[in-house]
């Protein structure tokens, strides 16, 4: 890999291990690293929440926008502005 020292994959590879990402497993002299997906699956059931607002270019930010009026307009007078679903 160019551009890339050692070191610095390492502490790449040190970031994602702490961030539950992925496992390293040693056998003999050589490491394997294989990718934990239930991070991952987390992860996709929290972003799909947003899936109202994704679109394409200005798509997504008038479904976004449009969110946040609908949303205004349903709390006046309670003092609280609701957050996304």
Do not use: C
């Not at 390492?10 to 497993?25: P, S, T, Y």
């Not at 040693?26 to 972003?47: E, N």
């Amino acid at each position: 890999m160019r551009g890339l020292s050692l070191p610095a994959i390492n502490k790449h590879i040190g970031v994602l291990e702490g961030a539950g990402l992925i496992k390293r497993h040693k056998k003999g002299r050589t490491t394997f690293l294989t990718l934990d997906p239930a991070p991952l699956t987390l992860l996709k059931h929290w972003a799909e929440q947003f899936h109202t607002y994704w679109g394409t270019g200005e798509g997504t930010f008038e479904n976004y926008d449009s969110h946040l009026s609908d949303t205004t307009a349903n709390t006046r007078g309670s003092g609280r502005k609701k957050g996304p679903p």
